[in-house]
């Protein structure tokens, strides 16, 4: 049998991603969740988890000592903003209400 003229192989088959590589954070953005959740690390933070389209920006909430809230803007997707947060120790879930779309995230016992 002769060669055909194609240059694909059978085995030209790409690796597959690695989750490192899956939603990754970027790194300066990661930098600013870390040194935010740095300053109160016991606290509840949320983000809301509805899809971003294109556009990567979310917001990082958490709850203050005297009732109130502090957040931070970043350019992320939520995916990725979930990612960072599982890096640094918390757990990040939906919460019960099937009417909240947010995420809610608390930081894992060590």
Avoid at 49 to 78: F, Q
């Amino acid at each position: 049998m002769g060669q055909s003229g194609s240059s694909v192989k059978v085995n030209d088959i790409p690796a597959p991603r690695t989750d490192a590589s899956v939603n990754a954070p970027p790194p300066t953005q990661h930098r600013r969740v870390a040194d935010f959740v740095r300053e109160f690390p016991d606290a509840k933070y949320t983000f809301d988890s509805r899809a971003n389209n294109n556009s990567p920006d979310a917001e990082l909430c958490r709850s203050t000592p005297d009732g109130g809230r502090s957040c931070i803007k970043l350019e992320m997707h939520s995916a990725a903003l979930f990612k960072s947060m599982q890096q640094l120790g918390f757990y990040c879930a939906l919460p019960a209400e099937p009417s909240r779309t947010h995420m809610e995230c608390n930081r894992l016992p060590r």
